[in-house]
């Protein structure tokens, strides 16, 4: 059975400070990296993603991946009361008749003002 | 933005009584899928397809059917809705050579 982790959460950070969100995969053969955020109440919709080891920029968004240690992190910057939402990580995982996604649980992060 | 579209988007209903969600999307995406969310918990696939006259289960035992007759629509539907079915329901499309999925808003059913 393949698993995504994430911590829960909450992660509270007061605006303007970075925000880092971690998670961790089993497969080992997993390739592809996805960071999806997801506001209460609302569809989860795709901010990131990531295939190959070090890191991607895209604004104040940044994905970093370590396949050896199998862990993929967001972090973003300059955090904005806007970003409090629900984060999701997601790893594709191959099933009989092809791919999907596997999403973690999410890590919520809380941003003050 | 996606253009994936679910009804009904607030359902509930009565022990007993069959449902269909509707999820359609024109985009013309092979790929859809079915997942279910409970508040604060992991989105779990029940059911995907590749295309027309293909659908497949997914992680999560479910006592949902789905079809995909044509392209644009994937129904999932409950025979005999039960309290154990209460949850949101977020259908997804994907095209075949990419991997980003695009969410419909998603239906909350809540069965009494």
């Known amino acids: 059975q393949k698993e995504v982790e994430q911590n829960s959460g909450p992660l509270s950070v007061p605006e303007g400070a970075i925000a880092s969100l971690n998670c961790t995969y089993s497969?080992?053969?997993?390739?592809?990296f996805f960071w999806y955020r997801q506001y209460s109440g609302k569809s989860p919709e795709l901010i990131m993603f990531?295939?190959?080891?070090g890191d991607k920029e895209d604004g104040r968004f940044t994905a970093q991946l370590n396949k050896a240690s199998q862990y993929v992190s967001l972090l973003i910057r300059d955090s904005q009361p806007s970003d409090s939402a629900t984060y999701l990580c997601?790893?594709?995982?191959?099933?009989?008749?092809?791919?999907?996604?596997?999403f973690g649980k999410g890590t919520t992060l809380s941003v003050s003002s | 933005e996606a253009d994936i579209y679910q009804t009904p988007r607030y359902l509930v209903i009565g022990t007993g009584k069959k449902i269909t969600l509707e999820c359609s999307q024109t985009?013309?995406?092979?790929?859809m899928y079915w997942y279910q969310q409970d508040p604060g918990m992991e989105l779990h696939l029940i059911h995907y397809?590749?295309?027309?006259?293909?659908?497949e289960k997914g992680d999560l035992s479910s006592e949902s059917t789905v079809s995909r007759i044509r392209t644009e629509h994937f129904p999932l539907t409950l025979e005999s809705a039960r309290p154990s079915h209460t949850s949101q329901y977020l259908c997804?499309?994907?095209?075949?050579?990419?991997?980003?999925?695009?969410f419909g808003p998603g239906t909350r059913l809540t069965v009494t």
């Open positions: 997804a499309s994907q095209d075949r050579d990419f991997y980003e999925q695009y």
């Open positions: 990531i295939y190959s080891n």
């Open positions: 997601a790893v594709i995982a191959t099933y009989q008749a092809g791919t999907a996604l596997i």
């Open positions: 497969d080992r053969g997993s390739q592809s």
């Open positions: 397809s590749y295309g027309v006259n293909s659908t």
């Open positions: 985009m013309g995406h092979d790929k």
